[in-house]
């Protein structure tokens, strides 16, 4: 990489090659991708959710197309944290690149039990803590929509484990910023904003909904507008490195949220459109460092003109 383009940047203590990850839940456990994307050009990859015990998730349709945006209701499904660490876990330390695990629970005790565990093993960079699903009937979102609970879980965590930890906030609160606060003064090292936004879709000829959950969270380019605007909330409140998400499909989108305040993007259902796409985002920022003739791409975070 030439000196007119220096894409690294940092999250606290995670040192990233560029800015541009791959979300939870949209690249699975990097292996199902690996015939099509080379990890090592990623600056990291985020892992499906980790819970403790395995979760056959929610009823199928899982997933439903609406415009420009997807609704989705997995719930959460994976094989628990005895495969992850077992199967899932030695393939990711062989890629060339930051490894991020998303864990969940329905518990306290859950959330510091994943968080016990995996701070013993090698090969992880970091947790992102999911406080923010809208597919569970309960558990982690009520963590995410009180910052009281927010605090008391991301303090536990901090005890808990020597892994920088990153929170991911949801977006159906009433006030994002007081979330992050909670989260910042529990421990928290960064920030992922924003989670999907709960929506609905129904079928006008059954009368009966698209998602076998009945609601399901809402992705893709439509939520754009509204996460990069938490984005640019949160960046002006609280004093942490944010990774903005939310219908990144271009560098172009992820530069709307890198000056609105995003240190890092991560990018997750346009994985599912084009599973290079992360690359060709890495591509276009290399690309308009140049033509700016910016050194550095750190020096672009929150340089919105307002």
């Given at each position: ?150 605090f008391s879980l991301v303090k536990g965590l901090r005890q808990a484990t020597d892994l920088p930890l990153i929170v991911k906030l949801t977006p159906n609160v009433t006030d994002v ?130």
């Amino acid at each position: 990489m030439d000196n007119l383009a220096d894409l690294s940047v940092s999250l606290g203590r995670i040192h990233l090659k560029n800015p541009v990850l791959v979300a939870s839940g949209t690249f699975g456990y990097g292996e199902e991708y690996q015939d099509l994307v080379e990890a090592a050009q990623l600056g990291g990859i985020i892992t499906k959710a980790v819970t403790l015990e395995p979760r056959e998730g929610n009823p199928p349709p899982r997933l439903a197309e609406t415009p420009a945006g997807l609704l989705n209701s997995i719930g959460l499904e994976n094989p628990g944290i005895e495969v992850f660490l077992k199967e899932k876990l030695p393939k990711l330390r062989k890629l060339k690149t930051r490894i991020i695990v998303n864990i969940a629970g329905e518990k306290k005790t859950e959330y510091l039990d994943l968080a016990e565990r995996l701070g013993r093993e090698t090969g992880i960079d970091a947790l992102e803590v999911n406080i923010s699903c809208p597919n569970v009937q309960k558990g982690g979102l009520v963590f995410g929509t009180r910052a009281d609970l927010a605090f008391s879980l991301v303090k536990g965590l901090r005890q808990a484990t020597d892994l920088p930890l990153i929170v991911k906030l949801t977006p159906n609160v009433t006030d994002v910023t007081e979330i992050a606060q909670a989260a910042k003064e529990g421990g928290a090292e960064a920030l992922s904003l924003i989670n999907t936004i709960l929506g609905m879709a129904i079928d006008v000829n059954t009368r009966r909904p698209k998602i076998g959950a009945i609601t399901g969270g809402l992705s893709g380019p439509a939520i754009r507008p509204v996460a990069v605007r938490m984005v640019h909330q949160t960046f002006q409140k609280v004093d942490l490195p944010l990774i903005g998400m939310g219908g990144i499909a271009c560098a172009e989108d992820a530069l709307e949220f890198v000056l609105a305040g995003a240190t890092a993007v991560a990018v997750g259902t346009a994985n599912l459109v084009d599973p290079t796409v992360s690359l060709k985002i890495i591509e276009g920022l290399r690309q308009y460092l140049k033509k700016g003739g910016i050194h550095s791409f750190q020096s672009l975070i929150g340089t919105l003109r307002v």
